[in-house]
Nanobody, 125 residues
Framework: QVQLVESGGGLVQPGGSLRLSCAAS????????IGWFRQASGKEREGVACISSNDGSIFVPASLQGRFTVSTDNAKNTFYLQMNSLKPEDTGVYYCAADRQLVGPVCMATLYYYWGRGTQVNVSS
């Protein structure tokens, strides 16, 4: 049974940093496509960082490159989203997701099957 549990969200001031964690169970990280997504109030869910299952390649949207990085700890079966230089527009619910079928660093929310419940990130002074 695949389960994903996010942690690490909270309130941070603009310019600050947060690291989100996603603890995975029921599969190993190198066998599924995995990713981080976010959803701001009234907006569609968008991909912020995804890792391919077949070659470990990473996709981060150009608008977030340099601020958001994704990493994995296979021993802990956990992956992370490091967010730096946070801005108020980064506020939203952050979700981790996984999918067994995807090939390549696909980062479209509609293509992922398994989801965590999300963790709230608020960037505000």
């Amino acid at each position: 049974q695949v389960q994903l549990v996010e942690s690490g969200g909270g309130l941070v001031q603009p310019g600050g940093s947060l690291r989100l964690s996603c603890a995975a169970s029921g599969f190993t990280l190198d066998s599924y496509a995995i990713g981080w997504f976010r959803q701001a109030s009234g907006k569609e869910r968008e991909g912020v960082a995804c890792i391919s299952s077949n070659d470990g390649s990473i996709f981060v949207p150009a608008s977030l490159q340099g601020r958001f990085t994704v990493s994995t700890d296979n021993a802990k079966n956990t992956f992370y989203l490091q967010m730096n230089s946070l801005k108020p527009e980064d506020t939203g619910v952050y979700y981790c997701a996984a999918d067994r079928q995807l090939v390549g660093p696909v980062c479209m929310a509609t293509l992922y099957y398994y989801w965590g419940r999300g963790t709230q990130v608020n960037v505000s002074s």
